[in-house]
Nanobody, 117 residues
Framework: QVQLVESGGGVVQPGGSLRLSCQAP????????VGWHRQAPGKEREQVAL?????RTEYADSVKGRFSISREKNMVWLQMNNVRIEDTGVYYC?????????????WGQGIHVSVSS
């Protein structure tokens, strides 16, 4: 079973910054896209940021200009700046694995981010 390892969550004050990391195993040779989702309390999981193999990025409207996704080989980061209380939630990394057919989406275990004063 493929395991993505996330780190970097925690408690941060409004206006602060946080950087989430996600490590995919070397067994994933071909990555089609990587992204971050989040699930706020009482809400459905939503996509926050995505980066494709062509380095095209997409962001949810609520995080544009504040969050930045980046990737280097099998590492993915989400830089969160000027965070807001509504950014609180569990953040999940995903990797779209194209190593074999059909492609498979792998998920991290989830990491908590709490924005609180």
């Amino acid at each position: 079973q493929v395991q993505l390892v996330e780190s970097g969550g925690g408690v941060v004050q409004p206006g602060g910054s946080l950087r989430l990391s996600c490590q995919a195993p070397p067994s994933i040779i071909s990555i089609n896209a990587v992204g971050w989702h989040r699930q706020a309390p009482g809400k459905e999981r939503e996509q926050v940021a995505l980066i494709t193999v062509g380095v095209r990025t997409e962001y949810a409207d609520s995080v544009k200009g504040r969050f930045s996704i980046s990737r280097e080989k099998n590492m993915v980061w989400l830089q969160m700046n000027n965070v807001r209380i509504e950014d609180t939630g569990v953040y999940y990394c995903n990797v779209d694995d194209g190593t074999n057919w059909p492609p498979v989406r792998h998920w991290g275990q989830g990491i908590h981010v709490s924005v609180s004063s």
